[in-house]
């Protein structure tokens, strides 16, 4: 497979990803493949696949949209957003949610994702969410910023 083609299917992969099609992304990942995001890092299809069941049995419509992608030699750079609704008990009609990020993906010499690193700011687009804790990262971010 070419390097855009293996780029091209994993984008698919993960931008038509449903708890059914999960085995389709896992046919492209190495056996050994490293996973790692903000909460999470393991080693291993097995670990990897779990945390994207994690991800559908704790969110609601999660879909990823890729928006840009760069290839140079065996890694890609992928710029996407993650929208996905968190189930609430007190309401019928829970707000959508929408992280924004970018992952590192290395291919190995089967074509298969041996290396997956999500980046995104979790004080930011979680944390920021929850009152007391939006308060403390405000102060340190006003402790922290330049003057104006």
């Known amino acids: 497979m070419d ?10 992969a993960f931008e038509q990803l ?16 490293y ?3 903000p909460f999470n890092a393991v ?14 049995a704790t969110t609601q419509s999660p879909k990823f949209i890729v928006i840009d992608a760069a290839m140079e ?10 929208h996905f609704q968190l189930p609430s008990k007190n309401s019928s009609n829970p707000k959508e949610q929408m992280i924004e ?23 930011e687009q979680i944390y920021s969410q929850v009152p007391v804790i939006s308060w403390l990262l ?3 971010r006003k402790r922290l910023s330049v003057p104006t």
């Open 3 to 12: 390097r855009p083609q293996r780029l091209k299917s994993y984008i698919e």
């Open 18 to 33: 449903t708890p059914e099609s999960l085995s389709k992304l896992g046919e492209l990942f190495s056996e050994d493949v």
């Open 35 to 37: 996973f790692k995001d």
């Open 43 to 56: 080693n291993g299809k097995p670990a990897t696949i779990a945390i994207f069941e994690h991800m559908f």
């Open 73 to 82: 030699g065996d890694i890609a750079m992928l710029y996407w957003k993650f």
């Open 101 to 123: 990020g970018m992952s590192r993906v290395c291919f190995d010499k089967q074509d298969l994702v041996k290396e997956h690193i999500d980046y995104w700011d979790p004080a």
């Open 138 to 140: 405000n102060l340190i």
